[in-house]
């Protein structure tokens, strides 16, 4: 567990306290924790699902205590807002909790990934979906595969939402196991073909992003990550 969640965290955050809380440019709100959760400002929404507030009321249900303030919208209406208060009492103690507190974040992403195999397969098509249970039950077979999952449900979702589309394609982790599909035994490990698949996925996306998000500044990181799911755990 503890292996898992540093490595998310590295992924995420490169493995430091300071990066547990931060707004990436371009983006609507705050990435917190060691699996960039969203948080939402009041008034604001998109297509991506919100997971800082489900994480807040699974710590509680752990029996740790977190401040008021954490269970509204996020205090901070802008990146320039949040940016500014980066010292303040309350992202201090944001950051204080959420270093203390690696391995219950980790459980948290690892139910996310356990609950994720029903949805996808309601809503894969229905020629798809022994392929996807087929890619997801062999994954969790080896750690380096049951990390795949974790971190990319994390990453990018499940891909059952139709709000997270471009051009009517997603980019989650369902969206990945069908990839997989398309050269099945095409690699020697599960974990390969795995990383293979979500560099062509994440293509896909960058490819039908509106222009104006300029995604495709983000594809080679995404890559890299993508490509360090072929290390050994």
């Known amino acids: 567990m503890d292996r898992v969640g540093n490595r998310i965290w590295q992924n995420e955050c490169g493995g430091s306290v300071a990066g547990l ?3 990436n440019a371009g983006e609507a709100f705050a990435s917190l924790g060691i699996g960039h959760f969203i948080w939402y400002p009041k008034g604001q929404g ?7 507030p489900p994480l807040v009321a699974f710590l509680e249900s752990r029996g740790l205590s977190t401040p008021g303030w954490m269970k509204e919208t996020c205090p901070w209406p802008t990146k320039a807002a949040f940016e500014a208060d980066k010292n303040g009492a309350r992202q201090k103690e944001l950051r204080t909790l959420l270093s203390r507190t690696v391995r219950q974040q980790t459980e948290f992403i690892m139910a996310r990934m356990e609950r994720a195999l029903p949805k996808m397969l309601a809503a894969a098509p229905a020629g798809q979906r022994d392929w996807v249970k087929v890619a997801f039950e062999s994954l969790k ?26 051009n009517g394609q997603g980019w989650g982790l369902l969206q990945v196991l069908q990839a997989m599909g398309e050269t099945p035994g095409s690699y020697t490990a599960w974990n390969v073909q795995f990383a293979e698949a979500a560099k062509r996925v994440l293509g896909r996306r960058v490819s039908n992003a509106p ?16 490509d360090g799911y072929k290390k050994t755990l």
């Open 21 to 23: 809380t931060s707004w």
């Open 141 to 166: 077979t080896t750690p380096e595969g049951t990390f795949c999952l974790i971190d990319y449900v994390n990453f990018k979702g499940e891909g059952t939402s139709p709000k997270e589309r471009y």
């Open 46 to 52: 998109g297509p991506f699902e919100e997971s800082f």
């Open 211 to 226: 222009p104006e998000r300029n995604e495709k500044r983000w594809l080679a990181g995404w890559h890299n990550r993508c």
